[in-house]
């Protein structure tokens, strides 16, 4: 019981370093930061609002990180960097209570800790990291509390559930995994208090969305300001219009097909770069594993499967109905159930094969995760080195 303790504590320890180290490069505004520090900023000095095409949690927690150490790329990045730490803890919880085994807990916080995707979404100012934790505590919150029966852990479902949406719409998709999985807890007979737990999902998300706007309701704008809000954000996503170079369809993203540079500069033979891709030994495991748990719940030989599968399901297949400009970093809410997945085939695996194979296959992650780890935060090194990192064309 100790040694993932520990394992743990060492992930956290190492997860902290990474997130923090060099926080400041680039020094300056990249990718979406033009539009989310600027924004933090205008929430704190009163000015009109530039980014209003999401709801306004994250921008209000990297404000409060800027009201704390300056508008200076550490004040803008620190709330994103301390909610990449916090996610590697939360991962941990949510492998622990729905596996009901702690050094499963500790492979699905080690897949998460040595993702690069989610090393570079915590090292800049941007919804997806807090949309993430918040997605994550939600399903960790709701399993804690079937485990133990105790209803207060679903009202924790319901506000981090809101949380989520009030980062993002899409957040939406954690109640809808928290409903499936209440109806499938409910059948079996598992669900304690049910009305408190359906009360819960369905209710209270709605006090964090709704806490979210009290800034602009205190700069002075009406209800009827904020309806007229809610439209023009409908309008905007429904008829998005727009062409990026790294736009990529749902499909290709377990894949790796198309990752995206955040940002690159090269001078006198020197680059610096900042590439949003995931660990491929971590992302090209993603659809086995799936598959994996979909053929054990054919059998119905676990009862955490149907939540794995409708988890990573609800996160990811909605994108393929959706028309507008979609990137990699879409996928976010969908890896926790891709590292539970992965997590249970690594027992399927070292049962049949022996505990050498988990370890190799880990030992592989995070090589690999230390040998993208120059250009996930932008470490200066030979640009003539780039071609190390470039393993299809299309990730240029």
């Known amino acids: 019981m100790m040694r993932p303790v520990w394992g743990v504590v060492f992930l956290l320890l190492v997860a902290t370093l990474l997130r923090f180290w060099r926080l400041g490069e680039p020094p300056k505004q990249f990718f979406d930061e033009i539009y989310y520090a600027r924004t933090a900023q205008e929430y704190l000095t009163g000015r009109p609002i530039y980014e209003w095409t999401h709801p306004p949690l994250s921008k ?12 200076t790329p550490w004040g803008w990045r620190f709330a994103s960097a301390l909610a990449g730490v916090l996610e590697v803890a939360a991962l941990y919880a949510l492998g622990c209570v729905v596996l009901r085994d702690p050094r499963k807990g500790l492979t699905v916080a080690a897949l998460g800790s040595w993702d690069g995707l989610l090393l570079v979404e915590s090292r800049i100012a941007k919804p997806e990291i807090f949309l993430l934790l918040f997605c994550t505590a939600a399903s960790a919150a709701w399993w804690t509390g079937l485990r133990t029966r105790r209803p207060g852990w679903y009202l924790a479902a319901g ?16 109640v809808g995994v928290l409903l499936v999985a209440s109806l499938l807890a409910w059948r079996r007979g598992d669900l304690a208090v049910p009305g408190v737990n359906f009360a819960a999902l369905l209710l209270l998300p709605a006090i964090p969305y709704t806490a979210s706007y009290l800034p602009h309701l205190l700069r002075g704008e009406t209800l009827g300001d904020l309806v007229r ?4 954000m409908y309008r ?31 001078h006198s033979g020197i ?37 794995i599968l409708a988890g990573f399901l609800l996160s990811y297949l909605p994108y393929a109905f959706i028309g507008r400009l979609l990137f990699i970093y879409h996928m976010l809410p969908a890896l926790p159930f891709a590292y539970l997945a992965i997590a249970e085939a690594l027992d399927g695996v070292e049962r049949r094969m022996g505990r050498e194979w988990r370890r190799a296959y880990l030992l592989l992650v995070a090589l690999v995760f230390a040998f993208q780890l120059p250009i996930l935060v932008a470490y200066p090194m030979p640009a003539r080195w780039l071609r190390w990192w470039i ?6």
């Open 236 to 266: 905007y996503h429904s008829s998005l219009v727009a062409t990026h170079p790294y736009a990529s369809r749902w499909w290709s993203w377990p894949l790796l097909l198309r990752p995206m540079w955040y940002h690159y500069e090269a």
């Open 391 to 396: 393993w299809m064309p299309t990730w240029v």
């Open 229 to 232: 809000l809610h439209e023009n």
């Open 60 to 71: 209000l927690l990297v404000a409060g990180s800027v009201r704390l150490f300056g508008f």
């Open 271 to 307: 680059m610096t770069g900042i590439f949003a891709v995931g660990n491929p030994a971590v992302w090209w495991a993603i659809l086995p594993a799936v598959g994996f748990v979909a053929w054990r719940m054919a059998r119905g030989s676990h009862p955490a499967d149907p939540f």
């Open 159 to 174: 506000l981090c559930a809101g949380a989520a949406v009030a980062t993002k719409w899409t957040g939406l998709t954690s």
